[in-house]
């Protein structure tokens, strides 16, 4: 059992040490005047299409054409975790402060007045999450970004003021329930006993 594993494990990897490298490493991809794809290569030199060129020139043009150089997906699944975590936090807040309202409290940001309504809670609210949101986007897809994690503070912290902010307001949704329950309970004392 032991000497079919190893044939097999030879067989399998054999193929990964047939493969060979491109022999240079690739700068750019361009077209020359009579419109051939050509390749400039990290040391200067040049191939084209049209011209004699060595069959690892042409195997790295055509590895080259299937990976962009230095190309990264900047929407990535932090990205995504990132802007479901902003959204999600900015929705609970906002239901949360539409509550608030309809109990008699008030908002207390001034950007949004006293008593907003649902739908400028979400287009203001919506649109400031955009912006940062796209602010986030621009520090991920800038070239020291995959590796620099500034770019998830602004969602991070946008994130957790709107997780603050829904908290403060259920609980002062809590209060004034507890005070309107207080205030029914002074004015009918035998807890709605007779009180009308």
């Known amino acids: 059992m032991k000497e079919i594993l ?3 494990l030879v067989i399998s990897a054999a193929p990964l040490g047939a493969q060979e490298k491109p022999s240079k490493e690739i700068r750019r991809h361009f077209q020359d005047s009579a419109g051939q794809p050509c390749v400039e ?3 200067g030199s040049e191939s084209c299409r049209g011209m004699e060129s060595s069959a690892s020139d042409q195997k790295g043009f055509a590895e080259s054409r299937t990976k962009p150089a230095g190309r990264r997906r900047v929407a990535d699944k932090q990205f995504w975790l990132a802007v479901g975590f902003t959204v999600a936090t900015m929705v609970y807040d ?6 608030v309202i309809r109990h ?3 908002e207390t940001n001034p950007l949004f007045g006293k008593h907003p309504s649902r739908k400028r809670l979400y287009l203001q609210g ?3 999450t955009a912006g940062v949101l796209y602010g986030t986007y621009w520090l991920k897809k800038h070239p020291d970004g995959e590796h620099d994690p500034t770019w998830l503070i602004a969602p991070a912290f946008m994130g957790a003021f709107h997780l603050y902010s829904g908290s403060a307001n259920l609980n002062e949704l809590h209060g004034i329930k507890l005070r309107q329950r207080q205030a029914a309970q002074a004015l009918c004392p035998a807890n709605g006993a007779g009180c009308r």
């Open 126 to 128: 919506g649109a400031i």
């Open 6 to 8: 190893v044939l097999l």
């Open 104 to 106: 008699g409290g008030q």
């Open 41 to 43: 290569y990290v040391d």
């Open 94 to 99: 906002a239901e949360a402060t539409v509550a």
